[in-house]
């Protein structure tokens, strides 16, 4: 898998959030995003996902043009800013509801995604009584859930104990291993310079790597 992003801007009425960002992604690889809040990491992470058209420019998957040729970028999932779940539900009734959406993997897996998260034994409360830590973990464990080619997880460690940090980050790279690619937004430079092949610094609209 291959993303190219092409002379890629993003304005919200006259306020210019991204400005030409040229880039590219390859399997098998963690890219960082690493920038001040405000600085784009967000807005350009919802364009890779579809959930923004560019002002100008184009993402492509393996040549395919996204909102063009592609509806939704194929296989991907994502946990950008805050998870929102059913209150109600207990997580894991959350996570089989969209599960069923595709009906691709079986409740172990469900369950699989859960335990790599540490949340196997809050599973069964309901979301309403989750900590902000509990809410991050199962917003992990969605994206992760399915096996996907692309994931991206925007500033995924906030609440997280280090214990689990570190397990999530382990995962995380034996799934680069496999082939994947991964996209980490943090705030945290440290986070990123242990996980990453390649950090990208947002500043002001624009992207540049060191």
Do not use: W
């Amino acid at each position: 898998m291959k993303i190219d992003v092409i002379n890629l801007s993003k304005k919200f009425k006259n306020i210019s959030v991204l400005n030409n960002i040229n880039l590219t992604m390859e399997s098998g690889n963690i890219y960082g995003l690493y920038g001040k809040n405000g600085s784009g990491k967000s807005v350009f992470l919802k364009l890779i996902c579809g959930f923004y058209f560019p002002t100008t420019g184009k993402i492509l998957f393996d040549g395919k043009e996204l909102n063009k040729e592609l509806d939704y970028p194929p296989s991907l999932r994502a946990l950008i800013e805050k998870p929102s779940f059913f209150p109600d539900l207990t997580g894991l009734e959350n996570l089989k509801l969209l599960a069923d959406i595709q009906n691709k993997i079986s409740n172990d897996d469900i369950k699989r995604a859960l335990e790599i998260v540490n949340l196997s034994e809050d599973k069964d409360k309901k979301y309403s009584k989750y900590s902000l830590g509990m809410k991050q973990k199962l917003g992990i464990a969605q994206v992760i859930m399915e096996d996907v080619e692309i994931i991206i997880l925007d500033e995924p460690f906030n609440g997280i104990e280090d214990e689990t940090v570190t397990k999530i980050m382990e995962y995380l790279k034996k799934e680069r291993d496999k082939g994947k690619i991964i996209i980490i937004s943090s705030h945290i430079k440290e986070d990123l310079l242990f996980l990453s092949n390649k950090i990208f610094y947002f500043d002001n609209g624009t992207i540049y790597e060191k």
